[in-house]
């Protein structure tokens, strides 16, 4: 199983930036459509964004959109998630995940993705 590691998490205020990541062990990175999701305490799991494998296309959840940015760069089996503007109802722990087969079809179906990180916290705060 290919091992993933998101990390970039911390503590911010409202307002601020912050910027994660997501590495993979796999070689051949461009296999995988990559999405990231997030979950809070009591709630569950949700899309936040997702990029193709050659990285032409981008998606993202409504409540995120202009102030998150997702990018991948594959000769470093990496993929970004950068999120500006940050509000309190961002914070939960992040997950990367990776999905070879059917791309952007089920982007926000958490079930169908093959290889899950541990996630990293983000906690936004006054």
């Known amino acids: 199983q290919v091992q993933l590691q998101a990390f970039g998490g911390g503590l911010v205020q409202v307002g601020g930036s912050l910027r994660l990541s997501c590495t993979a062990s796999?070689?051949?990175?461009?296999?995988?459509?990559v999405g990231w999701f997030r979950q809070a305490p009591g709630k569950e799991r949700e899309f936040v964004a997702g990029?193709?494998?050659?990285?032409?296309?981008?998606y993202y959840r409504n409540s995120v959109k202009g102030r998150f940015t997702i990018s991948r760069d594959n000769a470093k089996n990496a993929v970004y998630l950068q999120m500006n503007s940050l509000q309190f109802e961002d914070t939960a722990v992040y997950l990367c995940?990776?999905?070879?087969?059917?791309?952007?079809?089920?982007?926000?179906?958490?079930?169908?993705?093959?290889?899950w990180g541990q996630g990293t916290q983000l906690t936004v705060s006054s």
């Open positions: 995940a990776l999905e070879s087969r059917s791309g952007s079809a089920y982007k926000d179906q958490w079930n169908m993705y093959d290889a």
């Open positions: 796999e070689g051949v990175f461009n296999r995988y459509f």
């Open positions: 990029i193709s494998r050659n990285g032409v296309s981008t």
